[in-house]
């Protein structure tokens, strides 16, 4: 089965194919300017970060973030497993995400979530690994597939900047629900990952 990886060329690509299909999506690139491509480092430090921006804002994880390498370094997840609880609480972790962080690290020591080997699996078998582990569940292993494994086709359902940006910009009178969100969604497929990607940098920049 073939891997469908983002790279600046294909990135590049589908942000001229989108912009071709959709109005509102030339629109943000006309305005605001194409979309970083953003992309994280695959690995366990990663996982953690998408665990502490689940259900709260992007500045209030990165700061947990920030405080939690400036707390042990490298971030590993033996590293992870020496650090107390009331540790981590003061760095800015719930005690429902420090167990989430806590299985994931547990399973990568035990050698159950072969984190390295994804790079080399297909969306659906990275998808069903990381589903198994308590903690994980399909916005976060769809935000690692997209943001970590650079998958060009994947679309985070649930996440709410997304919702709310394309309430905003197709002017819906609601914020789309799931079945809504999926459907407008596939209108962009295979480049649904960059789509997304045009729609964050609309709600970042439209704020």
């Not at 299909?21 to 690995?43: E, N, Q, T």
């Not at 299985?103 to 659906?124: Q, R, V, Y």
């Not at 799931?178 to 649904?192: A, D, I, Q, T, Y």
């Not at 609309?202 to 704020?207: D, E, M, V």
Request: proline content about 6%.
């Amino acid at each position: 089965m073939s891997i469908d990886t983002l790279t600046k060329s294909t990135f590049s690509s589908a942000l001229s194919y989108l912009s071709t299909m959709d109005k509102d999506l030339k629109f943000v690139i006309d305005k605001y300017g194409p979309p970083p491509m953003w992309s994280r480092k695959p690995g366990f430090q990663t996982l953690v970060n998408i665990i502490l921006e689940q259900q709260v804002s992007l500045a209030s994880a990165k700061v947990a973030f920030e405080n939690l390498n400036n707390y042990t370094s490298p971030l590993t997840p033996k590293n992870f497993l020496k650090i107390d609880d009331s540790e981590l609480k003061k760095i800015g972790f719930s005690r429902q995400k420090i167990r989430y962080c806590r299985n994931i690290a547990t399973a990568i020591m035990k050698g159950e979530l072969k984190i390295n080997d994804f790079l080399h699996m297909p969306d659906s078998a990275v998808r069903l690994e990381l589903l198994k582990i308590t903690g994980i569940g399909p916005w976060t292993a769809d935000i690692y597939l997209l943001m970590a494994l650079n998958r060009q086709d994947i679309w985070p359902v649930g996440d709410l900047a997304l919702i709310s940006a394309i309430q905003k910009l197709k002017d819906l009178p609601e914020r789309p629900d799931n079945v809504k969100f999926e459907s407008l969604g596939k209108l962009w497929k295979p480049w649904r990952a960059v789509a997304a990607r045009i729609l964050w940098h609309f709600y970042l920049s439209s704020q």
